[in-house]
T-cell receptor
Framework: AQKVTQAQTEISVVEKEDVTLDCVYE???????LFWYKQPPSGELVFLIR??????QNEISGRYSWNFQKSTSSFNFTITASQVVDSAVYFC?????????????FGTGTQLKVEL | EAEVAQSPRYKITEKSQAVAFWCDPI?????LYWYRQILGQGPELLVQ????????DSQLPKDRFSAERLKGVDSTLKIQPAELGDSAMYLC???????????FGPGTRLLVL
């Protein structure tokens, strides 16, 4: 069975600090997708990134960057120069594509608190 | 920007009552998903539709939950009768096609008393 582990339950940082959110996954599939979603207090899950299992290139989008390492089954997310608006719960997820389905298996989330 | 719509946003009901949630996916999205998120946990898939057909409902408690997407557009998730353990956030998501990125609606927060 597929599994996603986010070991960090809660992280608190001061504004402008860099912060890395860890994600480790388990799967037997050779083809899969990895995702990060942001869930602010309003509750809606906001899509941040999707990464194909065959593409291990790191990606940067503004203050956000992602490090995908297949050898360690990790897909970590770094926020540079954090801001108060980054405060939210962040979920890492794995997509299971077998049988025509597109089930997302989520981790338990990391609560990020950015303080002034 | 196109969004997934859900209603109601909040629902309080008593145990044994029936409740229904509605979802309207992003226009043109063929695949629709219902997830349940218990406080402090990640969302878990309840049911996936491809157009009007169910693709995966293996985690749907079929003795009390039902879902339909009759015309392949909007969808309704029903619980009857509601139990205390059903208190959770119910999230709807849609994607252009299966294997595409899922976009989520604002969710319905259900409280069963």
């Amino acid at each position: 069975a597929q599994k996603v582990t986010q070991a960090q339950t809660e992280i608190s940082v001061v504004e402008k600090e860099d912060v890395t959110l860890d994600c480790v996954y388990e799967t037997r599939d050779t083809t899969y997708y990895l995702f990060w979603y942001k869930q602010p207090p309003s509750g809606e899950l906001v899509f941040l990134i999707r990464r194909n299992s065959f593409d291990e290139q790191n990606e940067i989008s503004g203050r956000y960057s992602w490090n995908f390492q297949k050898s360690t089954s990790s897909f970590n997310f770094t926020i540079t120069a954090s801001q108060v608006v980054d405060s939210a719960v962040y979920f890492c997820a794995l997509s299971e594509l077998a049988g025509g389905g597109n089930k997302l298996t989520f981790g338990t989330g990391t609560q990020l608190k950015v303080e002034l | 920007e196109a969004e997934v719509a859900q209603s109601p946003r909040y629902k309080i009901t008593e145990k044994s009552q029936a409740v229904a949630f509605w979802c309207d996916p992003i226009s043109g999205h063929a695949t629709l998903y219902w997830y349940r998120q218990i406080l402090g946990q990640g969302p878990e898939l309840l049911v996936q539709f491809q157009d009007e057909s169910v693709v995966d409902d293996s985690q749907l408690p079929k003795d009390r939950f039902s879902a339909e997407r009759l015309k392949g557009v909007d969808s309704t998730l029903k619980i009857q009768p509601a139990e205390l353990g059903d208190s959770a956030m119910y999230l709807c998501a849609s994607s252009l096609w299966a294997r595409e990125t899922q976009y989520f609606g604002p969710g319905t927060r259900l409280l069963v008393l």
